[in-house]
């Protein structure tokens, strides 16, 4: 059996499959906001009503999940209607049959309660993942983030439950859905009869169990000696004449790094960091920085980074973590993209090539074409100049 965000996709790729289905997708959503307008239901302005389609959810990132998400809940009657379509008029047996199968299953109260949950759940992380995905990212406000976004997880996986059968409900009185008496017995595959109530089921087998998964993976990333290590390297920060500056985090930040920092250059590294801070806080050159890489540029600039070279190394650190581990998340990304099915067997040398082109996209660019076809010329004799 597919799974939700597998059986969302073969939705979007049956409904899209065609010109004449996409039209029939955008006609439907045109009646509803003409219907709307006219009875009221509608607002009229500037950046209201605008034409949508459904959103394909993308390979690498799960923001675009919620967008999908987002659009189907917008058109979920005129994917009804389109669906029908192909039903009725599907070009093969093969079409009409699928259609068929997604129709009755969209119209299934279980559909639609892993609609509403998914949605609530991308719809919490989604600010976090794209605060993770900014270059100029912050490290004290990421770190505080990640505790948020597990705390207000928990408290949905509480409390949440009761809010989202209100919401299903109301999404099945409007689309015409039949609703389930919570207390009534499951009816599982196959109708047959269970010994355990839908609550039961949609509670604790569903809804609690996917919500304890994004938690056990949010704990499994984000653990807490990461999101420690995120709080100490935030102690380095210059902003605000180093407000937010504390030795025994940076001294905790040292530990860490057993093969950078020896029981000597803990020593040496206390009387370092007292000393660099009472320098730094009395120099209006370091008063007005707004982080810690304008404070590295600065140290070599000024030479401190020679007086302070354990602070200096501490320094280099902070700034290598974050940028190492968002390039190796990117690499698998473009990974994905490159290495695709129809593409399984490209060679590891030719991969690499090619993962070094659109990984590192923006320093190409500055790349001049005839760099290139100058250098290529002088590999080796050739008949032809470029």
């Not at 390979?59 to 379509?85: Q, Y």
């Not at 309660?113 to 998914?118: A, E, G, P, Q, T």
């Not at 409390?159 to 008496?181: M, P, R, W, Y």
């Not at 000393?275 to 401190?304: N, P």
């Amino acid at each position: 059996m597919l799974s939700f965000s597998q059986q969302i996709s073969l939705v979007v790729n049956v409904v899209c499959a065609s010109c004449k289905r996409k039209d029939l997708l955008q006609e439907q959503a045109r009646k509803r906001v003409q219907k709307g307008l006219c009875s009221c239901e509608l607002e009229t302005g500037r950046g209201l009503n605008q034409e949508t389609t459904l959103v394909r959810a993308g390979e690498t990132r799960w923001g675009s999940h919620f967008n999908t998400l987002k659009s189907l809940m917008k058109l979920f009657a005129n994917v009804l209607v389109v669906l029908d379509f192909v039903k009725e008029e599907g070009g093969s047996l093969a079409n009409h049959q699928q259609a068929s199968e997604i129709l009755a299953y969209f119209k299934s109260y279980e559909f639609v309660f892993y609609l509403h949950m998914m949605y609530g759940i991308l719809h919490l992380t989604g600010t976090l993942l794209k605060q993770l995905q900014r270059k100029d990212l912050d490290i004290l406000e990421v770190a505080s983030m990640v505790r948020r976004t597990m705390n207000t997880l928990q408290s949905f996986r509480n409390i949440g439950f009761a809010n989202i059968l209100k919401k299903v409900s109301s999404f099945c009185q409007t689309h015409e859905i039949d609703t389930l008496d919570m207390e009534e017995l499951y009816i599982g595959e196959r109708n047959r009869m269970t010994t355990k109530t839908n609550r039961f089921h949609f509670e604790v087998e569903i809804f609690n169990t996917v919500v304890d998964m994004q938690l056990t993976e949010y704990r499994d990333r984000f653990s807490e000696t990461s999101t420690q290590l995120l709080e100490y390297m935030g102690a380095l920060s210059p902003c605000d004449s180093f407000a937010q500056f504390d030795k025994s985090k940076l001294l905790k930040l040292g530990k860490l790094y057993k093969y950078d920092f020896d029981d000597s250059n803990m020593i040496d590294l206390e009387g370092h960091l007292e000393i660099f801070y009472h320098s730094c806080i009395k120099d209006e050159r370091f008063t007005s920085l707004k982080g810690i890489s304008d404070l590295s540029r600065l140290m070599v600039s000024t030479g401190k980074h020679r007086s302070y070279p354990l602070v200096y190394k501490l320094l280099k650190l902070a700034l290598t973590l974050p940028i190492v581990t968002a390039s190796v998340e990117r690499c698998f990304s473009k990974m994905k993209l490159l290495k695709t099915d129809l593409r399984n067997k490209i060679g590891d040398e030719f991969l690499n090539d090619a993962l070094l082109c659109i990984v590192k996209t923006e320093a190409l660019a500055k790349v001049e074409n005839e760099k290139v076809m100058e250098r290529f010329q002088k590999m080796f004799a050739r008949r032809g100049k470029f």
